[in-house]
């Protein structure tokens, strides 16, 4: 059985162009989220949102996706981006051990004020903070050293450099020409009402470098405000780790 290949982000991250990039690879099956479209609109959804007239797919629990990605992983090598927090109550040792752990990140800033716009009544638990800490935490632990960890500002500066880093930690090898698609339709990430959040993925070519941006929180709403400094101290501690050119 192959280890599948996880990145674990949290939202609004650049985590799906990052999943894009490793499509097109054509060298391992990619999965959009799986734990996720189980998590929000399973037959038994968790999310702190839900209601009685939300979407639910039957049979699409949060096991039997776990199976799937096990039986994929027997015929051959699998990518898969996801959210440490939607199987936060799932983690053991044994389950996490069938992972090539990795990580992606984001400075909250930018993330939480992405998520105010999309859902302004977002919970503490959909930023995904404090569960990526937890389990980064944990694989530390497991291991004794941290799994491989990019941030996303220092990923969209210099995509070749951050991607050529993030194959040699991860064990597989670069191919640059991954990081250039045609832009158009992105059906394979689009579980979640069409595939609202990913337009710029749908109109952009490719991993390009892009001047670093910051976000001030001096007139954001207290919404953010708040969420900001709840999620602050894990952000930095895996901020800490994070590989560097």
Known sequence: MHKILALWAVPRSTSTAFEWMMRQRGDMECLH?????????????????????????????????WEKLQGMAQAGPVFSKDFPHYIAHMWTEDMLRHFNHSFLIRDPAKTITSMFNKWPDFHLIETGFIEQRQLFDKLCDMYGEAPPVI????????????????????????IKEALSWEPGPRDEVSWWDGGSFHANLRNSDGLKPQIRKYVELEDAPDKVKEMYDIVLPHYEKLYQHRLTK
Request: hydrophobic share 40%; net charge negative.
């Open 33 to 65: 989220e799986p734990f996720g479209e189980a998590w929000y609109q399973g037959e038994d959804p968790l999310w702190p949102r839900a209601t009685a007239d939300s979407v639910r797919t039957a049979g699409l629990t949060l096991d039997s996706v």
């Open 151 to 174: 941030d996303s500002d220092d990923l969209l500066e210099d995509p070749y450099a951050m991607v050529e880093l993030y194959c040699n930690a991860v064990g597989i090898p670069f």
